[in-house]
């Protein structure tokens, strides 16, 4: 995978590694173990705000999808959007690149970093996309 | 504690209003409710108003519009469930023995807001990836389909029941009749959902007058129907992801109110409930518990759902048919319920109809199943 070198598109959601690669990020309950995404203050299992802020698993399962055909001017359709639920019981919604003949609910995606927009300067920024896990086998 | 009750309704026609603006439609809901209410409009004492993206003191300038500035007013922003959160906080005014008469208005100029899709607020991480409210919904369809094996042509069943009790509706956008076919040869929008499959951007208002007991003896006995319940509950951030096929949140917010109105699901006669999508309707009528899990595309395709079904839902039209000003739609969905309770809907009339139901659930922020959620009992 390229190195990708441009800051990541959302702060403090997605790290991004010397080696190229990265993860989301968000939180784990201390007191009770549960997971989410984003940040958040408080655990809304417990309501303890002893929480510290980890990076989540690459892997996941696809959990459903859409080809989006009509959105915002920011976005250049059609696209294909997923929710992949990671093994820390997180659902996270991000884009997919794949070939839609071969998309389908439960099977592994993996997550990777790729240019993702750009700043208001027009500088590139760096964000994720799902891809389905047997595509990057190689 | 006194009982509170719904005396009047008005509402404008629901549509592309391009020579109003969202202050002239609620002026003219409001109006029209106080002329049915027969009612001098001086006895009014407080004003609640539920809009959207109509910006800063919006009730006020409807107030002010009408010759009734000086209320105490509360403008309400709660997504879609803006008009019902108004009408709720309305009717605790009464309920708490501040006030005997109360309006609550919504209104919206979403065409002068808006073009196509809805999405979540700009800071949301979903708004980030391109999430927009048709391709959430799109997602549950899918899943929808997936589990329970409904079919695309199931799903178009549901436009078509509304788009129908629409062209029977003056005052809804769409007055045109439509096919299976319609819907699956219009254009694409997040698959598997469709053009027909999505609510419109509408312009409209309503507005409702409520009254106490004491009120309403005294001045409108004869046409008033009780609000017996009006519900709110905002989406938990969930502790581990939960079936996007199932809506807890509308579950929740339905058993407050049938405990509130002493009534279980099997109770209600009909109900207007929130289709912003086709699939919305199937999550939210079975969320209420009136159709069980997976049952509720088969149920449509019998004609349950129908005018004259066992339980008709949206006779209005819905949000799909009558169309769906984000303010309006929780108030015209009470207007709705009064009218057929009245026996007042013309020829989309529910014979005999007592208990009526209505729900909102609006916006859309990442982990929360879903923001708002309200759900009213209408009895008579
Ligand atoms: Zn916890």
Known sequence: ?138 | MTDVHVVGVGMTRFGKHPDADSTDLGAQALLEAVADAGIDPRLIEAAYCGHVFQGMVTGQRVLAQVGLAGLPLTNVENACSSGATAIREASFAVRAGEYDVVVAVGTEHLTSQFRGALTPDPSDPEAAVGATMPSVYAMRARRYMHEFGMTREQLALIPVKNKNNAALNPLAHFRTRITVEDVLESRPVADPLRLHDCSPVTDGAAAVILMSDKAKKRFCDTRAVRLAASTLRSGSVDVEPTSMTFEPLTRLTAQDAYERAGIGPEDVDFCEVHDCFSIAEVLRVEGLGLFGQGEYPAAVQRGEADLGGRLPVNPSGGLLGKGHPLGGTGVAQVVELVRQLRGEAGNRQIEGAKVGLAHCRGGKAVGIEGAACTVQVLTR
């Open chain 1, 1 to 138: 995978m390229p190195r990708i070198d441009a800051p990541s598109f959302r702060p403090g959601e997605l790290e991004v590694h010397e080696d190229g690669s990265g993860n989301l990020v968000g939180s784990r309950c201390s007191s009770c173990g549960a997971h989410f995404f984003p940040v958040r203050d408080a655990c809304s299992g417990c309501l303890s705000t002893d929480l510290e802020t980890i990076g989540f698993s690459t892997t996941g399962i696809l959990y459903t999808y859409s080809v989006v055909r009509q959105s915002t001017p920011e976005f250049e359709v059609p696209y294909i959007l997923g929710y992949v639920d990671f093994p820390e019981k997180v659902r996270i919604m991000g884009q997919i690149r794949a070939d839609l003949d071969y998309l389908s609910i439960g099977m592994p995606m993996v997550l990777e970093l790729e240019p993702f927009g750009e700043d208001d300067d027009g500088n590139p920024l760096t964000g994720y996309r799902f891809v389905p896990q047997e595509s990057t086998d190689d």
